[in-house]
């Protein structure tokens, strides 16, 4: 069965960076798709970033365009998400996910898996 394990989660202010880390086990890893996800307090969870396979192709929110960066080492088996210039509306549990199928990181069928969540909070 497949494990995720989150970790660099924190509090920082408005305008400071985090790097959020997924540890992979029990799965390929390699040729499966990637992503973040996240949810605030009394919200749904939502798509965060994807990344393709072969890290070629990635996907993001409007939101956190430009801000956020999603990277993989497959050799590692670890998946990062790079989070500059956090704001208050960014704070929320983020968490980590394995594609269903396809393998690009688009997310179009729900996450074969999850992990258990990083708590990520920003004061201003």
């Known amino acids: 069965q497949a494990q995720l394990v989150e970790s660099g989660g924190g509090l920082v202010q408005a305008g400071e960076s985090l790097r959020l880390s997924c540890e992979v086990s029990?799965?390929?890893?390699?040729?499966?798709?990637m992503g973040w996800f996240r949810q605030a307090p009394g919200k749904e969870r939502e798509f965060v970033a994807g990344?393709?396979?072969?890290?070629?192709?990635?996907q993001y929110r409007e939101s956190v365009k430009g801000w956020f960066t999603i990277s993989r080492n497959n050799a590692n088996k670890t998946l990062y998400l790079q989070m500059n210039n956090l704001k208050p509306e960014d704070t929320a549990i983020y968490f980590c996910?394995?594609?269903?199928?396809?393998?690009?990181?688009?997310?179009?069928?729900?996450?074969?898996?999850w992990g258990q969540g990083t708590q990520v909070t920003v004061s201003s």
């Open positions: 029990g799965i390929t890893f390699s040729r499966l798709g």
């Open positions: 996910a394995v594609e269903n199928a396809y393998g690009l990181g688009m997310f179009r069928t729900p996450p074969s898996s």
């Open positions: 990344l393709a396979w072969n890290a070629l192709r990635a």
